[in-house]
């Protein structure tokens, strides 16, 4: 990655893009700043790494921290932005303590995490395993915590959303950063950015910043908006939107005058980038509709009769816009293909009978092949009809969402 391409410059070429600007060729401030992130838990006070617990919940004697309340409007700005069905699959970058992992699981999401410091990880792992209940048709395996340097490895999988929550100023290199990012999307997926913003050149809030960089050795240093919007676009993202807060509750007694203003004015505290970015392009409204998000097409490779029953080679493609997660066949929420038996007359006669579990995850797009087996034994005496489908564990048949299932007429016991 050249220094030129990592930072972009956009209108006033020659002015900084961020706070600190690091050449990435500059080898020895790179790993400084990068062991420095590594170390920053270990580094804080005792009572600071309490608070890692506590987080985004931070009270003291005179009452909520603003920081609190900023964090849980965020969280709800997130989720109803990115408007996922429960049990999509979202990455949390630069977790921390994994506080957003956590709400967003309680959420019905599957999770993972992924930080560069394993300190910080063991912190959102704890948090997890001390949940006294847990979401509805939910288990922990629906939520996970790994070590990522994102700026230099990616995850060999794919997911609906990614989230990246108040770290991207700690990234030397965000534009590799940003790109191994987009190869982990799926087609359909999106991309949220809630970051903080450049503060004026010498002012009170760019001291405080090089103030804690000193003290922590990590990087503190957020981005010029256009500078963002330019490395999002450079990432390869089809369509990039910026976003801004709003104010709170307007009082109703107030004139309309105040209102609008409120109501369109900034929140407190300094500007922030909010940022969202999708992958591809989204369907405008009265395009076609909406594709499904749960929609799969099936072709019989094979069909082997045996001793033991019928052998069915099937080939799945995921054309809805979800990733589906595949997984042990217990567990809820996890994808794999199933099958329900129909007698001739069409009465449902079982629907257990030939599960198989898909054999990786499967992004918009993919597909595999599954060998699904069914027992002679639960063939009706008269025939009947054998509808493979794909069901998502405990919670839906893909045929109760509107994807046709594969029909293949069964000839009775010989």
């Known amino acids: 990655m050249s220094d030129a391409r990592q930072n972009p410059r956009g209108p006033g070429t020659g002015n900084r893009i961020r706070t600190i600007e690091i050449p990435l060729s500059d080898r020895e401030r790179v790993a400084s700043y990068k062991q420095g992130a590594i170390d920053y838990a270990r580094n804080l006070p005792d009572w600071a790494r309490q608070e890692l617990y506590r987080k985004p919940f931070f009270t003291f004697t005179e009452g909520p921290q603003e920081v609190s309340l900023v964090y849980l409007r965020d969280l709800a700005n997130l989720v109803e932005l990115a408007a996922l069905p429960g049990g999509a699959s979202i990455l949390d970058v630069a977790c921390g303590p994994g506080w957003l992992s956590e709400a967003l699981f309680r959420f019905g999401y599957r999770v993972t995490g992924v930080d560069i410091a394993e300190d910080l990880l063991e912190v959102a792992r704890e948090r997890i395993r001390s949940l006294p209940y847990l979401p509805i048709d939910r288990d922990r395996s629906w939520i996970d915590f790994r070590p990522l340097d994102i700026e230099t490895e990616r995850l060999d999988r794919r997911f609906d959303a990614v989230v990246l929550y108040d770290c991207l100023h700690h990234f030397l290199d965000a534009a590799t950063a940003l790109e191994n990012l987009h190869s982990m999307l799926s087609p359909h997926g999106l991309l949220i950015i809630k970051e903080g913003e450049m503060p004026p050149p010498g002012s009170e809030g760019e ?5 804690e960089s000193e003290e922590f050795t990590t990087l503190e240093a957020p981005f010029r908006p256009e500078a963002l919007e330019a490395l999002l676009r450079g990432a390869g993202f089809a369509e990039v939107r910026r976003l801004l807060p709003a104010a709170s509750l307007i009082p109703a007694d107030e004139g309309i005058r ?9 929140p407190p505290g300094p500007p922030v980038n909010f940022f969202l970015a999708r992958k591809e392009k989204a369907s405008p409204a009265g395009a076609g509709g909406a594709p499904a998000r749960w929609l799969a097409a099936f072709e019989l490779r094979q069909s082997t009769e045996t001793a033991d029953g019928l052998d069915v080679v099937v080939r799945v493609e995921n054309r809805g816009t979800s990733v589906w997660t595949a997984g042990d066949d217990e567990k809820p929420g996890t994808v794999g293909l199933a099958c329900r038996l129909f007698s001739a007359a069409g009465e449902k006669l079982d629907e257990f009978n030939g599960r198989a579990p898909l054999p990786r995850d499967l992004a918009p797009g993919e597909a595999a092949e599954v060998t699904l087996r069914y027992p002679r034994t639960a063939t009706p005496a008269a025939g009947g009809r054998l509808a493979i489908d794909l069901i998502s564990r ?5 045929s109760d969402q509107g994807s046709p299932a594969l029909l293949l007429d069964l000839p009775g016991p010989r």
């Open 258 to 266: 105040v209102r609008l203003r409120r109501a369109f004015g900034p």
């Open 394 to 398: 405990g919670q839906f048949w893909f």
């Open 207 to 211: 001291r405080e910043l090089l103030a």
